[in-house]
Structure formats: structure tokens, C-alpha cells
């Protein structure tokens, strides 16, 4: 009954904040057509035949399940966007289940197209965002962070670096609002050392100021 709350909670503050990244429908609903299935491409996905829709179409089940954790970063998200539930194209939310092994990391990353609010069920995270560059360029990006334990709140701006780190000893669960059908996500370290093709060694040498043995060592590491 507790999770069912919090998670009503979590979608009805997500969908409050929709507009800042999804455009209003301009219909009761628009159900997603599989993009294999699709002969056209648009900025989302074309819409189903409201005379073919179902209510399996705004149906998901599974976040009572445990995400596998049993991986180098000790964390795992079972995401729900419209890739998952057809029937969320449109309408400007999406949401997630993140599990954590005991210190497992959901690591420096950014949604490009969503707010998030987190809350915590069970565990002791800490959590932190990095703000944008500041206009005065003697003065560094700030760090915000917390430590969250169940029933905790926080919220992730729409394109800041952010993570969340469990620090107990046993297992956290949390789960996310987006303000997004599809938020999109940029794993920092992955995409600037794991990119394909990779960026060149000389770029990132004169970015992170070390020498090239140090960057091609942390690109084999992605």
C-alpha cells in the first residue's frame, strides 16, 4: 500500500511538470505504433488507430520485481517510458524502478528531456546534482547533495549531471517520475570514453588535462 502511494505520488508531481519538455496531446490519447511497424518517423511516435486501442495499451506489470544488480555498478533500472507502454506517447511522463546492491551506483548521468523526482522505499542513498556553468567563469559549477532514507524526496533538474549512490550495507530501492514519455539518459563517463567512433585522444587530453596514456586507459575501460 506504501509503494502504491508514493508511486501516485511520483506520477501525479511528473505529470505537473509534462509541459516542460513534451507538447500537450491534442487528443484524448495517442497509443504508439511499434516504430518497426511505422512508415514514417515523427518527433515521437505515429499514433494507433483509437478504434484498436485496448486497455492492455496503458498496462504495464513487473515494478514489484527486483532489478538485476549482479553487474560492476551494483544498480539496475527497470524503466517504464512509452518504449515500455504504448499508451504514455504524448502525454509527457514516464517512470522508473531503480534497484542498488549494497554501494551500488547509478552513476554521473543527465536526462535531456526531463525533470525527475526520486523517492526513496527502502536503503540510505546519497544523491547529488551538479549545477551548469556559472556566468562568472572564476567561479566553479556547485555541487548539491543529500542523504535520502525511505520516504525521502529529492528532485533532479532537467539536463544537470546527477547520481545516486547507496551508501548502506544493505539493498535500496527507489523509484522515479519523468516529465517525459521518453527522457533519454547520457551516461557521462560512457559517452565521453565509450563513444563510437571514439573521441579523438587528442581532444580529450587538452579536456582533462592528463597525458594520452591515461585517457587510452579509461577508454578500454569502455
Do not use: W
Not at 201 to 215: E, M, P
Amino acid at each position: 500500500m506504501a509503494i502504491r502511494l508514493l508511486l501516485f505520488t511520483i506520477l501525479a508531481l511528473a505529470s505537473s511538470l509534462a509541459y516542460a519538455s513534451d507538447p500537450s496531446p491534442l487528443q484524448d490519447f495517442c497509443v504508439a505504433v511499434n516504430d518497426s511497424n511505422a512508415a514514417v518517423f515523427v518527433n515521437g511516435k505515429i499514433c494507433k488507430d483509437p478504434k484498436m486501442v485496448t486497455a492492455d495499451d496503458f498496462f504495464f506489470s513487473g515494478l514489484n520485481k527486483a532489478g538485476n544488480t549482479s553487474n560492476p555498478l551494483g544498480s539496475e533500472a527497470t524503466l517504464v517510458n512509452v518504449n515500455q507502454l504504448a499508451g504514455l506517447n504524448t502525454l509527457g511522463i514516464s517512470l522508473v524502478r531503480i534497484d542498488y546492491a549494497p554501494y551500488g551506483l547509478i552513476p554521473p548521468h543527465t536526462h535531456p528531456r526531463a525533470n525527475e523526482i526520486l523517492v526513496v522505499v527502502e536503503g540510505t542513498l546519497y544523491v547529488g546534482f551538479v549545477t551548469s556553468n556559472p556566468a562568472n567563469p572564476n567561479m566553479k559549477n556547485k555541487l548539491l547533495t543529500k542523504t535520502l532514507y525511505p520516504g525521502d524526496v529529492f528532485v533532479f533538474p532537467e539536463g544537470l549531471i546527477h547520481f545516486q549512490f547507496n551508501v548502506g550495507k544493505t539493498k535500496a530501492v527507489a523509484f522515479a517520475g519523468l516529465s517525459s514519455q521518453n527522457p533519454g539518459v547520457i551516461t557521462i563517463a560512457n559517452s565521453v570514453f565509450g563513444s563510437n567512433p571514439p573521441i579523438s585522444s587528442d581532444v580529450l587530453t587538452k579536456a582533462f588535462q592528463v597525458n594520452k596514456n591515461v585517457i587510452k586507459y579509461l577508454q578500454g575501460q569502455f
